[in-house]
T-cell receptor
């Protein structure tokens, strides 16, 4: 089946630095990717929808200047956490729709997740 | 607006016992419902889904779920638990039939020998 891969799977950084997380679709093209954040013992919270060739769509309450999303190609979306602070420590997960464009099946392929720890 | 509630953040069963993970939903439109599973150190993967048609849906690894509109439920079951079933299970509804998913808080299943 289709695979979505994230890198790095684990990153530790100092407060004030920026961290980039990559999300790649390995054997299919994804015009849309979704970025989720998961807090311990809580649900996945949708942060933003990444759109290839255009600006990302952010969910209410998500700071777009803090969480920069770039969808530069049909197989790569990146999330950059800028000026990271300890409260940004979390598990970040990307996903891509399994259906072809316009199918809106709701079925997603998920990456393995990236755990960010900000010291 | 759609939402999903999973009762019980932790469920523990003995190997061979019935697994029942509860999910209730709220939706203003006919829902598309999903169960995703996250095995340790892996990404989420689709277990099963209901869109239309037969209300009893079978998924991978012997799991199944039944859509009950009258109860607004989509509970996940498996007749006999295996040790390898230990994982985190997420119920989800997709937002107005788009690819956006709204997840429940998850239920961690533990299976004891």
């Amino acid at each position: 089946g289709a695979v979505v891969s994230q890198h790095p799977s684990w990153v530790i950084c100092k407060s004030g630095t920026s961290v980039k997380i990559e999300c790649r679709s390995l054997d299919f093209q994804a015009t849309t990717m979704f970025w989720y954040r998961q807090f311990p013992k809580q649900s996945l919270m949708l942060m933003a929808t990444s759109n290839e060739g255009s600006k990302a769509t952010y969910e209410q309450g998500v700071e777009k200047d803090k969480f920069l999303i770039n969808h530069a190609s049909l197989t790569l979306s990146t999330l950059t956490v800028t000026s990271a602070h300890p409260e940004d420590s979390s598990f970040y997960i990307c996903s891509a729709p399994a259906g072809t464009s316009g199918m809106n099946t709701g079925e997603l392929f998920f990456g393995e997740g990236s755990r960010l720890t900000v010291l | 607006a759609q939402s999903v509630t999973q009762l019980g953040s932790h469920v523990s069963v003995s190997e061979g016992a019935l697994v029942l993970l509860r999910c209730n939903y709220s939706s203003s439109v006919p829902p598309y419902l999903f169960w995703y599973v996250q095995y340790p150190n892996q990404g989420l993967q689709l277990l099963l889904k209901y869109t239309t048609g037969a209300t009893l849906v079978k998924g991978i690894n012997g799991f199944e779920a039944e859509f009950k509109k009258s109860e607004t439920s989509f509970h996940l079951t498996k007749p006999s638990a295996h040790m390898s079933d230990a994982a985190e299970f997420f119920c989800a509804v997709n937002h107005n039939h788009t690819d956006k998913l709204i997840f429940g808080t998850g239920t961690r299943l533990q299976v004891f020998p």
